[in-house]
């Protein structure tokens, strides 16, 4: 299967800092997702992408479409408590229905 | 707002026991998948259907399998359960887009926790 390896694996990060992760891939992708992941809780879908060089927002988050379509990155602006959870990449290649997630980042904020 | 239920939501088997897990989606959605989650590995794909009556294999397929007899529910059948088998088990759909549009993205639902002894 594919290979979406996403950085860093964890954060810890003081409130009000900004977070910043990525998602690489040897693939060529069409669409990219992010998702956010709390306990005892199925992913969410935070973020679609489907452009290359797409910048998509949705309030404090930021997410973008690499120009070479094997890579995604979501910025989290002025961290809060409650974005602790995991963060998903997920990706869609040109062809076929299936979607490869990435192994998350673990995101830790401390008040 | 029920969107994409799963149940059950924890169970517990003995080593060569069967189970179905049951996926039902209230959103009319083509696409059904099934995933597993494990510690470190993020989602991995086991089946999935782009349609009533259809199913395919995913990413990890062994030791499962699914029926989609309705568009609104696709089942995860474990035959004889092995502990590798432990893990919590998600269901996602969603919506075909058309040709011209990307593809839309998934809905997922909360999980099932499965543990094999």
């Known amino acids: 299967g594919q290979q979406l390896n996403q950085s860093p694996q964890s954060m810890f990060i003081q409130e009000g800092e900004d977070v910043s992760m990525n998602c690489t891939s040897s693939?060529?992708?069409?669409?990219w997702l992010w998702y956010k992941q709390e306990p005892g809780e199925g992913p969410v879908l935070l973020i679609a992408?489907?452009?290359?060089?797409e910048l998509t927002s949705n309030g404090r988050l930021t997410a973008q479409f690499g120009i070479t379509r094997k890579d995604s990155f979501l910025n989290i602006s002025a961290s809060i408590p409650s974005d602790v959870g995991i963060y998903f990449c997920a990706g869609q290649l040109r062809a076929g229905n299936q979607f490869y997630f990435g192994t998350g980042t673990s995101l830790t904020v401390i008040p | 707002n029920a969107g994409v239920t799963q149940t059950p939501k924890f169970r517990v088997l003995k080593t060569g026991q069967s189970m179905t897990l049951l996926c039902a989606q209230d959103?009319?959605?083509?696409?059904m998948y099934w995933y597993r989650q494990d510690p470190g590995m993020g989602l991995r794909l086991i089946h999935y259907s782009v349609g009533e009556g259809t199913t395919a294999k995913g990413e990890v397929p062994d030791g499962y399998n699914v029926s989609r007899l309705k568009k609104q529910n696709f089942l995860l059948g474990l035959e004889s359960a092995a502990p590798s088998q432990t893990s919590v088990y998600f269901c996602?759909?969603?919506?075909?887009?058309?040709?011209?549009?990307?593809?839309?993205?998934?809905?997922f639902g909360d999980g099932t926790r499965l543990s094999i002894l």
């Open positions: 996602a759909s969603r919506a075909q887009g058309a040709l011209s549009v990307s593809n839309q993205p998934q809905h």
């Open positions: 693939s060529i992708f069409n669409t």
């Open positions: 992408l489907y452009k290359a060089g």
């Open positions: 959103m009319n959605h083509e696409y």
